[in-house]
């Protein structure tokens, strides 16, 4: 569609032809459009560099594909390249490049508009929704519209052209943004552009070579085409795109370098994952693990996200959309083909086609980890050791994802003593013991502690395995895990587990003592009972202890019982948890207490139960403040090595207080998001506004040309337009990103349906 405008020449209403300046006027909605092209979309001043280069890029390509079938065009020997220079003496700024040129009818339909006849109503949808909408779309594509962007840092603009077309004249357009713009024949001799900036007063900062460089490295340093600044022999843009290659072709240490220039870290990465695309979205992904959680101070990435591209052109230097948050910490390079150049890339995250592309890259990035799970667990176990933290949040905040999550996650077990050896889910269900349903687990501060509960015993007993959760991560991720293929997650403290059916008992009994008879030890739990008052729910006789004399239960739901571990990592108040005393009615330490209460130091009596309790929270890892027993148990080791126990104050030793009253209903003191996020680091735990994927299902798997480190290429196979078995899937050829829903739709389901048809032939 020709893009309508509105002149006004000297005379004649039509387009003159003589050697004379002939001004023309915008149209009233195109200076409104400016000041949202210069105010809203944009967000940084030097994006007017980045612009005007992908411009150039793209006349170079067009006279580049012109070339390949017309031996008559203006200048056929002149170098396709991109030059910049600068006059400070006048303050200009000057883009050249010898691409397709334009001649004075393009200058206006190029230059002179910007929207269709509907600019009003694109600019209405502007400013309802200023990161984009669908009427945004149909005229963001436009080529120009970028080129306004430059008025951001111009007092005047001049542009100098002269077509590839044979004998055609070159005309300079010109505009210091207002309501009109002037064109004029000039002199050039060559075919392509020259775009003249008269820089504000304040942007002078762009005459600087280092400024001009840095925003090319930063923006355009994947153009295809050469970029020299002010005269240089040496092309500014010196790196190749090494993610639009054949996996195959690249070598390790190009893979390396280009890391370690992306992101200064010189130590290796767990894991890269190299892939394309071409039916039903067409596009590129070099994406890599780093080795270290450990943040690298000279690195030049300061916040999470993949930088994004389009044909080459850097859109987002930290994209936060493609990957899930859980995934944060994958560095690396997304370029598809399907997102327009234009303003929108400021706002691309409400693009449908960015809803597509995070399917299915997030997709082929969980498969692959499984396949590292499986096939390479050495390599998998540094990058897992080193992202857990970020991994494990996953099945808590992206629960759409969390079967594909939970079968990536490994942990240390109780069926090796051995800390260094880790476990997935699966290999812990195929353990299982007899009869066992359900996946035991339990919460401790670390891998001793863990090991070394008095929840363990009657589990150790009867051979059924514990999964050991040790980092602070795992205290919400508990709240995500609600089963693993038919399979509850019970914690090892829960007050009413029954084991009795499970396993197989063992003949010995760990202690030799028999039962304190049930009249005393009903005297021992009143004790109990009075000595430690509210701090307890209830005390009673331990159905489960063996090895050790108690332990504390709880009868609440696995989230509130972590509350209290949570909100202790963020420095929050919460009140102590109020648990069940289990007792070992077989075990010494309650014999003699049992004995005690008849003829004994009661003042003993009182302070070894109060240690008792103490020693229990302490097991668990919820004392709140360890070192108060000190005292008391300095007093205890006087009276155990001959002071006499009168001469012992154990009133004055500090104790437990009671706890305050619990919170009216609901889960107390539930953390924020926020408060999550700052335990995990990196926005761990931020809100997902925009985690849920389009509708469309895309299968990764046949959906990319794979290589991975350090193998070369995904297991059994490797797919190029979506080539399933021996047959390729024509989607209908990749749909455009402007294209209508239905239409792109219609490409994903196809595409998805011979798929799912070949799934065995890729097998």
């Known amino acids: 569609m020709r893009r309508s405008m509105k002149t006004q020449s000297h005379g004649e209403g039509k387009m003159a032809t003589d050697q004379t300046q002939q001004t023309f006027t915008f149209q009233a909605e195109i200076k409104q459009l400016l000041d949202i092209l210069v105010h809203s979309l944009y967000t940084e001043r030097e994006i007017f560099l980045r612009e005007l280069i992908s411009n150039a890029s793209d006349a170079l390509n067009r006279v580049q594909f012109e070339m390949l079938t017309n031996d008559d065009i203006t200048s056929p020997d002149a170098p396709l390249r991109i030059d910049i220079s600068f006059d400070e003496e006048a303050g200009t700024l000057t883009i050249s490049d010898t691409g397709i040129g334009m001649t004075q009818e393009d200058m206006v339909s190029n230059l002179g508009t910007i929207a269709r006849s509907g600019a009003k109503a694109f600019i209405e949808a502007m400013r309802e929704n200023q990161n984009g909408s669908a009427s945004a779309q149909d005229v963001i594509g436009q080529f120009g519209v970028g080129f306004y962007s430059v008025f951001m840092v111009a007092d005047r603009v001049r542009v100098v052209s002269k077509s590839y077309l044979p004998d055609a004249p070159a005309f300079a357009w010109e505009s210091d943004g207002g309501e009109q713009y002037t064109i004029e024949p000039a002199p050039r001799e060559e ?7 008269t820089l504000k007063d304040e942007e002078k900062e762009f005459l600087q070579g280092y400024r001009v460089k840095q925003v090319i490295r930063a923006h355009s340093n994947y153009i295809a085409f050469p970029i020299h600044v002010d005269g240089e022999d040496e092309p500014t843009n010196k790196q190749t795109a090494i993610w639009r290659k054949d996996p195959k072709e690249v070598e390790d240490k ?8 992306m992101t200064m870290d010189f130590n290796e990465p767990a894991h ?9 979205l067409q596009f590129y992904a070099l994406l890599y693990f780093p080795s270290s959680s450990e943040q690298n101070m000279l690195s030049p990435r300061r916040e999470p996200g993949l930088q994004l591209y389009a044909r080459k052109v850097l859109i987002q230097e930290y994209n936060k959309d493609i990957l899930p948050e859980y995934l944060g910490f994958v560095q690396g390079v997304v370029d598809t083909e399907d997102l327009p150049l234009s303003v929108s890339r400021e706002s691309v995250r409400a693009n449908r086609v960015m809803a597509n592309l995070s399917k299915v890259i997030t997709r082929r990035v969980l498969s692959d980890l499984k396949r590292l799970v499986n096939k390479e667990r050495d390599q998998y176990l540094k990058l897992f050791r080193a992202w857990s933290r970020f991994i494990k949040q996953g099945v808590y905040i992206a629960p759409d994802q969390s079967e594909d999550i939970m079968e990536i996650l490994l942990f240390q077990t109780t069926h090796d003593d051995d800390q260094h050896q880790f476990y997935t889910l699966a290999e812990y269900v195929e353990r299982m013991a007899e009869n066992q349903q359900d996946i035991y687990y339990i919460i401790a501060d670390d891998w001793h502690s863990a090991r070394r509960s008095p ?19 795992d205290s919400a991720m508990v709240m995500g895990l609600t089963q693993y293929k038919d399979h509850a997650f019970r914690s090892v403290d829960e007050a009413e587990i029954d084991l009795s059916e499970i396993g ?8 030799p003592n028999d039962p304190v008879p049930a009249n005393t030890f009903g005297a021992v739990i009143e004790r109990f009972k009075a000595v430690l008052g509210e701090r307890v729910r209830d005390v009673r006789e331990s159905q489960t202890l063996s090895g050790n004399p108690a332990r504390l239960v709880s009868d609440e739901n696995a989230a509130s019982r972590n509350m209290f571990r949570l909100n202790r990592l963020l420095e929050r108040e919460y009140e102590l948890p109020v648990k069940i005393l289990e007792l070992n009615r077989r075990h010494a330490l309650v014999h003699n207490l049992s004995d005690m209460l008849e003829g004994g130091d009661q003042t003993v009596v009182d302070a070894v139960i109060e240690q008792i309790f103490e020693t229990a929270l302490l097991q668990d890892g919820i004392h709140p403040d360890p070192a108060s027993m000190a005292e008391r148990l300095y007093l205890l080791m006087q009276a155990a090595t001959g002071t006499a126990t ?25 953390p924020s998001m926020e408060d999550l996020s700052a335990m995990m680091g990196e926005d761990a735990f931020a809100e997902g506004e925009d985690a849920a994927f389009a509708e469309e299902e895309l299968t990764a798997d046949e959906n990319d040309a794979t290589a991975t480190h350090p193998a070369a290429s995904i297991e059994d196979a490797e797919f190029s337009d979506v080539t399933t078995g021996e047959e390729t899937v024509d989607a209908q050829a990749t749909q455009d990103a402007t294209a209508p829903d239905t239409q792109q739709t219609e490409a994903f389901d196809e595409a998805d349906d011979a798929a799912d048809a070949d799934k065995e032939d890729i097998k």
């Open 191 to 197: 075919r392509g552009t020259d775009i003249i900036i």
């Open 254 to 261: 190009e893979y390396d370098d280009f890391y370690k220039m």
């Open 272 to 280: 890269r994952l190299h892939m394309r695309a071409d039916s039903p």
């Open 455 to 473: 929840h363990l015993d009657a589990f150790r007993k009867r051979g059924i395995e514990v999964l050991y959760f040790t980092e602070p991560v």
């Open 504 to 511: 197989t008992a063992q003949d010995e009994d760990e202690s």
């Open 646 to 670: 009168g001469d012992l104050d154990f009133a004055a030793a500090p104790k437990m207080d009671a706890p305050p009253a619990a919170p009216p209903s609901g889960i107390p003191g539930m």
